[in-house]
């Protein structure tokens, strides 16, 4: 007898919104949040204005869901951050989510859009920051306070030793990919072993105990990506 796995059936109305966002997210791109209309989504959308309305009633609720989404990713319900198992293993799949972000093009294209308009809107960038980045944060600071609790890390000061690990992550790879058309960014094998080296650093300084069996990271020059 074979078992069918079904996916989950996406009603109608969370498909056309999800639909919305896409379009939304991809004018943003092109054209920059303030030169963007909701009446040109609408039109794009092959929707009315009134559709659009009932599924977002402003501009910047638009905004928020497509910074949302990416939060999500990294750290949503489904995230290994979200759950309690050990360490390395959450910090190392938080790790990679993020980098994988930081490297997408559209990402980094929304990023720069962002820089660009929060002089004239700043509560564009205001949005950016807390529905992403701050979210991500602050999810990785309440594990590693859940983490410290069962003795696994000694960790004071969660929300620190959080943003020492995203930076480490992130590191150089954000500024290049932001900066340098030409860039080639790194192979998924030197992502994870990018974040392999920072998950190491990271449980160096703040581990409880290293089980035994654990090697330490070389600290070989050909075992990280050039930068």
């Not at 190392?92 to 720069?112: C, H, K, Q, T």
Request: net charge positive.
């Amino acid at each position: 007898m074979t078992t069918a796995v079904c996916a989950r059936k996406v009603p109608r109305g969370e498909r056309r919104r999800m639909e919305l966002v896409d379009i939304a997210e991809q004018m943003f791109l092109e054209r920059g949040f303030a030169d963007t209309s909701m009446q040109m989504i609408a039109e794009r959308a092959g929707a009315s204005k009134e559709t659009l309305y009932r599924h977002f009633s402003s501009k910047e609720l638009l905004f928020v869901e497509i910074v949302t989404r990416n939060a999500l990713l990294v750290s949503g319900p489904d995230a290994a951050v979200a759950r309690d198992g050990s360490p390395e293993s959450v910090l190392s799949e938080l790790g990679i989510g993020v980098l994988r972000i930081v490297l997408a093009a559209n990402a980094s294209r929304l990023f720069r859009t962002v820089v660009s308009e929060s002089a004239r809107t700043p509560e564009l960038g205001d949005l950016f920051y807390q529905r992403g980045p701050a979210v991500v944060a602050a999810r990785l600071t309440d594990y590693l306070a859940r983490a410290a609790k069962r003795g696994e890390l000694r960790c004071e000061d969660p929300q620190t030793a959080a943003r020492l690990f995203l930076g480490a992550v992130m590191s150089n790879y954000h500024v290049r990919r932001l900066v340098q058309s030409d860039w080639k960014p790194p192979s998924e094998k030197e992502v994870r072993r990018h974040v392999e080296a920072a998950v190491s650093m990271f449980l160096a300084q703040y581990e409880s105990r290293r089980p035994a069996g654990r090697k330490r990271l070389a600290c070989r020059r050909q075992s990280l990506p050039a930068w």
